[in-house]
């Protein structure tokens, strides 16, 4: 049972536009939450986080809110740039520890 | 600096054979992790390191997997019987002292055949 969801396997949008990159999770205990951006044939880079203690987080053009009564999350970014298409991961932590659950990607194409 | 580096990039091997993995983190990282990652999935964690212990090797599929990293720095992941289902992109990644921004290497590609 997937613990991170991210419905939406792939995902476009219009270069300067917003775009926006959804995850809901499953478990409440669930209070530290990351974004990570991966390129082809390269390891997931860090975006941006939140811990459960704020409802937002900005970061220049990159935004995570997150909604704990839902238990949903999402990344909004904008303006959107062709270099941001690459598949998004979502990530979720409890109690501080080290072992991050992550879901299963959406990829992200910006076009010109 | 130099990232996290991860060899070798690309690993074939017969089911039934010993392989090992290894991954050089980024110097001065207390905090080492594996992961591993199926196609369309994504990294599934294996075990983190903090220092030269294994601080939490929940995600160890079984038996046949294991990890060192007897000098806190350079770890090697081992997997033993290699089985088709164990064919993925193992990722390993580093962080300063755990808790933050985890840096990750491109990966060693492992496929079984």
């Known amino acids: 049972d997937q613990q991170v969801k991210q419905n939406s396997p792939s995902l476009s949008v219009q270069e300067g536009r917003i775009s926006i990159l959804n995850c809901d999770y499953t478990?409440?205990?669930?209070?530290?939450f990351l974004w990570y951006k991966k390129y082809p044939a390269e390891g997931p880079t860090f975006l941006i986080s939140?811990?459960?203690?704020?409802d937002k987080n900005e970061d220049g053009r990159f935004t995570v809110f997150l909604n704990k009564s839902a238990k949903h999350l999402s990344l909004h970014i904008v303006p959107s740039q062709p270099g941001d298409s690459a598949v998004y991961f979502c990530?979720?932590?409890?109690?501080?520890?080290?072992?991050?659950?992550f879901g299963p990607g959406t990829r992200l194409s910006v076009l010109p | 600096g130099a990232g996290v580096s991860q060899t070798p990039s690309n690993k074939v091997t017969e089911k039934g054979k010993y392989v090992e993995l290894r991954c050089d983190p980024i110097?001065?990282?207390?905090?080492l992790y594996w992961y591993r990652q199926s196609l369309g999935q994504g990294p599934e964690f294996l075990i983190y390191?903090?220092?030269?212990?294994?601080?939490?090797d929940s995600g160890l599929p079984n038996d046949r997997f294991f990890a060192v990293r007897p000098e806190g720095s350079v770890s090697t992941l081992k997997i033993q019987r290699t089985e088709r289902g164990d064919s993925a992109v193992y990722l390993c990644?580093?962080?300063?002292?755990?808790?933050?921004?985890?840096?990750f290497g491109p990966g060693t590609r492992l496929l079984v055949l």
């Open positions: 478990n409440s205990m669930f209070d530290y």
């Open positions: 939140i811990s459960s203690i704020k």
């Open positions: 390191f903090q220092g030269t212990g294994a601080a939490d």
């Open positions: 990644a580093s962080s300063y002292t755990g808790g933050e921004t985890q840096y």
């Open positions: 110097s001065g990282h207390t905090a």
């Open positions: 990530a979720a932590s409890e109690n501080g520890g080290q072992n991050f659950v």
